[in-house]
């Protein structure tokens, strides 16, 4: 078949599909006169030959084993997750030959424990997500709490004992929500951030013809607008397609671009289309789509967007601006800036998104600099977010007791107190450094950790009852900035005879608690915040 034929056959297709969505006169909008992009003649698109799949998320889950309690787990284990956790354990631990697998998993310091998690969409290798731990029921096994997750294979739900693909692996401190407003459950609890996904994931275009020329001019145009290294094509009907690094954090936005590239590329054409999108961007209610088809296109929309710019809409002016950005013009960051810093803007956090997602580092980083000082803070948040995967130098950072990040942000007159409890924990400092009040004392909720300042006192007294022997209390010292009093109350205790100083080992969950507490009662002065919980899709066929 020669190529004019191919084109036949596929506009004749792409018109039939429109016509059975939609029907094929022009539908009048909401918003004056515009075409309707769903049923614009403008040629057929790979999405409308082709079903594009591995944009959803994979549920994995696994066994394992909870190590470091304090007398709270069990020895029950049905007896083919005993062998399998017994096989494991010894290949994990090559350098313990002499370890009695049966003594480990029977210590009452020990838990068996069922693992699941989401693996997000089209996810890239070495990538991390939340897990959620559960002990196993009918067992005797009272808490997780203080434990940690030795190292489990994660498969798909169902496939426990099968020779199957491990997906991702998990490990890591055990984590419990104890802030929220429902009771803590210790035979539950999550471990932030500690499934890791263990190979790349390729999206999936399956055409819907196994046609093998028309699979090579796919994969051409795919590669041609991504890179040589995007898209290939392994049988006719199918393409493997790995997200670009630059999309790493708009995923979907990809995958839609991909569903939204044209067969066919004439200039004529294209420039037909890119007057057409224009003109639906400018005035329909699927800016979305339109603008999304734009960028497929590429560098030959920018003269058609930048007409745009000076749009009385705001949603118009952002879309074209944000979508000139992703095309490597900055023509539109401008207007980027403007409605990220306009407080009476709805749509600041989007423009913010925008302009840290595809503008250079410098100037990316200059427009969050400056919204750290929002009043907002959501908005300060975000900007945070931003400057943290830019590696900048406004926020420092420690890692404490190999288990959070404590990071300070010294560029902003608003000073608050952040948690995360998904995703890496870390507690964030913003407007360090914060200082304590005297005439300071908090208690845990079970009363174990003791936080203590008598008025004119010049440090912080820090008391940790031994959590296996009650009788015996630990004792540290801090200053008065709220950072060191983090660092001594969580950091790992010095072990026996080394005569540097450490911390009382507190866990990342229950220095959280006292943070807030601290803050409710104004031992210092500064807001609370916490991130929201995690959220694992958890419809796992058992």
């Known amino acids: 078949m020669n190529t004019m034929s191919i084109r036949s056959v596929l506009v004749a297709a792409a018109l039939l599909m429109l016509c059975s969505a939609g029907g094929c006169a022009e539908r009048q909008t909401t918003r004056g006169d515009a075409l309707n992009l769903a049923t ?24 394992g084993v909870v190590g470091g309690l304090k007398g709270t787990g069990s020895a029950e284990c049905p007896p083919a997750i005993r062998t399998y956790l017994a096989r494991e354990i010894l290949r994990q631990l090559p350098s313990r030959g002499a370890l009695d697998v049966e003594q480990f998993i029977n210590s009452s310091d020990t838990a068996v424990v069922h693992v699941e998690g989401v693996i997000p969409e089209a996810p890239f290798k070495n990538e991390y997500f939340d897990v959620k731990v559960t002990a196993l029921p009918s067992t005797q096994t009272t808490s997780l709490e203080g434990g940690g997750l030795f190292p489990t294979e994660l498969k798909l739900p169902g496939n426990f004992g099968v020779q199957t693909r491990i997906l991702a692996d998990a490990e890591g401190p055990f984590f419990i929500d104890k802030i929220s407003d429902t009771r803590a459950d210790t035979r539950t609890g999550y471990i932030l951030a500690g499934g890791k996904v263990l190979d790349e994931h390729r999206i999936i275009v399956l055409l819907d013809q196994g046609d093998f020329r028309l699979t090579n001019t796919v994969r051409n145009l795919i590669n041609g607008r991504f890179g040589d290294t995007t898209a290939r094509a392994v049988q006719p009907g199918r393409i493997e397609v790995l997200v670009p690094a630059q999309y790493r954090q708009r995923r979907q936005r990809f995958i839609a671009m991909v569903k939204a590239m044209f067969l066919t590329q004439e200039a004529g054409t294209t420039a037909e289309r890119i007057t057409t999108l224009v003109r ?72 913010l998104e925008s302009v840290g997602a595809a503008a250079r580092r410098n100037d990316a980083a200059a427009l969050a600099r400056r919204l750290l000082q929002d009043g907002d803070f959501r908005i300060r948040l975000a900007a945070y977010e931003h400057l943290r995967r830019l590696d900048d130098v406004t926020i420092s950072q ?74 015996v209390v630990a004792q540290a010292r801090s200053s008065f900035k709220l950072d060191d009093l983090i660092k001594a109350l969580c950091e790992e205790p010095p072990k026996e005879g080394d005569s540097a100083g450490g911390g009382l080992g507190v866990s990342y969950a229950d220095v959280i608690v006292l943070l807030k507490q601290m803050s409710d009662k104004g031992a210092v002065d500064a807001e609370f915040r916490a991130g929201p919980p995690p959220k694992i899709d958890l419809n796992i066929k058992k």
């Open 398 to 471: 420690d890692f404490i007791a190999r288990n959070f990040y404590l990071e300070r942000i010294a560029r902003t007159d608003h000073k608050a107190i952040f948690v995360s409890r998904s995703g890496q924990p870390r507690i964030v400092l913003f407007g360090a450094p914060i200082d304590c009040r005297d005439n300071i004392f908090i208690q845990s909720p079970e009363g174990d950790i003791t936080v203590n300042a008598s008025t004119g006192q010049n440090y912080v007294t820090l008391l940790r009852k031994h959590p296996k022997r009650p009788g």
């Open 40 to 63: 614009a003649d403008l040629g057929p698109t790979i999405g409308s030959l082709a079903t594009v799949l591995g944009s959803k998320p994979i549920a994995v889950e696994g066994y």
């Open 280 to 351: 639906i961007l400018a005035g329909s209610e699927y800016n979305y789509d339109s603008e999304v088809a734009l960028e497929a296109i590429g560098n030959q929309s920018v003269g058609g967007l930048r007409t745009l710019l000076d749009s009385p809409d705001e949603p118009v002016r952002l879309s074209a601006a944000r979508c000139m950005l992703n095309l490597g013009s900055d023509a539109g960051l401008a207007v980027l800036r403007q409605i990220a810093m306009d407080k009476g803007s709805p749509h600041r956090l989007e423009a």
